[in-house]
């Protein structure tokens, strides 16, 4: 199974919430998620310097695989939530996200050997 695409996300977010954002906004949210994966996760539990695009299309496959990838629709609802002044959905979005990028986070710190660099520490 391949990558997700950006097109998939918001025709999977769209399916699940109706709204009347332009697929330019959403796709400037998405980019968005997109950022923030690659450079506050992926790039420090890699160790490793990550491209971060500028800009994302419909066939642009996205960086974060299953079954993290469902942190893509999560964050843009959380946008559609907070454009639409619903705080409640916005802030129950916004929760979901951040259990998942922190699953995220440790299991990529585990494929990397993270905990047993961290077993190394000592406290006095």
């Known amino acids: 199974m391949g990558r997700t695409t950006a097109g998939q996300v918001l025709a999977q977010v769209d399916g699940l919430l109706p709204n009347a954002y332009t697929r330019e906004e959403k796709m400037w949210w998405l980019l968005q998620a997109e950022c923030t994966l690659l450079r506050e996760v992926l790039q420090p539990a890699l160790r490793e ?7 994302l299309e419909d066939g642009t496959a996205l960086a974060v695989k299953a079954p993290y990838d469902r942190l893509y629709g999560l964050y843009v609802q959380a946008q559609i939530h907070y ?3 619903d705080m409640v959905r916005c802030s129950n979005a916004l929760s979901l996200w951040n259990e998942g990028v922190a699953e995220m986070q440790a299991a990529a710190l585990r494929e990397k050997g993270g905990a047993q660099a961290a077993k190394c520490l000592r406290f006095c």
């Open 49 to 55: 310097e990550l491209s971060v695009p500028e800009a």
């Open 83 to 85: 454009a639409d002044g």
